[in-house]
């Protein structure tokens, strides 16, 4: 059994990407499934929710219950939400306060969205923050301890500030340039300390992980 595994998921994650880099051989590959359910793209939320994002937290949790080992991130709180309050019965709320309690489950970002970072205002982003946030701490008493910006347009200097001061541990990210993100991975750079501005302080810069492949299925 993998020794680390009361870490948070992503903590292993970041871990793993340290130890794999440094090992020559074996190279050991790692799986971190997790949810990825854009909130109104091609179809609205409900047609969403009915279609396919229901069955996610259905199956997952389902699934999770049936084995320790396996583990999920769930990451958009809109669908969760709704799966909770109008679909989950009883038996699935206990799995999922059990599978959170023994850190099977974990909730990343934990925004009602995974926000884009090209147009939105960051009014818009702290408040879908704080509205998600606000419901997982209601709901669980937890905290998110770290972003999962995987798939945003753009990427905006607010972000290492806002995240930074939401708490976040830690900041995995994937859409940049393909060009800078290939000259990143001969340089051994996909980890870095991502401050904002430099006027601002050390409160508000964040480790930042960015996948090594140009998709959020790295
Ligand atoms: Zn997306």
Redesign the pocket.
């Known amino acids: 059994m993998w020794p680390l595994g009361w870490l948070p998921v992503v903590a292993q994650l970041v871990l793993l990407r340290f130890l794999v880099a440094r090992a020559e051989s074996p190279i050991r590959v790692f799986v971190v499934p997790h949810s990825?359910m854009?909130v109104g793209?091609l179809y609205t939320v409900q047609e969403s929710l009915r279609a396919y994002a229901a069955n996610v937290y259905t199956s997952v949790v389902e699934e999770l219950t049936l084995r320790k080992h396996r583990r999920f991130i769930a990451v958009e709180q809109e669908y969760f939400r709704l799966w909770w309050d109008g679909i989950a019965s009883d038996r699935q709320k206990r799995q999922v306060h059990h599978l959170l309690a023994t850190r099977r489950l974990e909730f990343v970002i934990g925004g009602q969205v995974?926000h884009d970072e090209a147009v939105t205002h960051f009014d818009d982003q702290i408040l879908q923050l704080t509205e998600g946030h606000g419901f997982l701490y209601e709901t669980f008493g937890i905290r998110p301890r770290f972003s999962w910006q995987v798939?945003p347009f753009g990427a905006s200097a607010t972000t290492p500030t806002l995240f930074a001061l939401a708490g976040f541990h830690a900041h995995i990210i994937s859409r940049i340039d393909y060009d800078l993100k290939d000259s990143m991975q001969k340089t051994r750079g996909l980890q870095f300390v991502w401050r904002g501005s430099p006027s601002l302080s050390a409160e508000q810069e964040i480790f930042t992980h960015v996948l090594d492949q140009y998709s959020y299925c790295s």
């Open positions: 990825h854009d793209w995974m798939d």
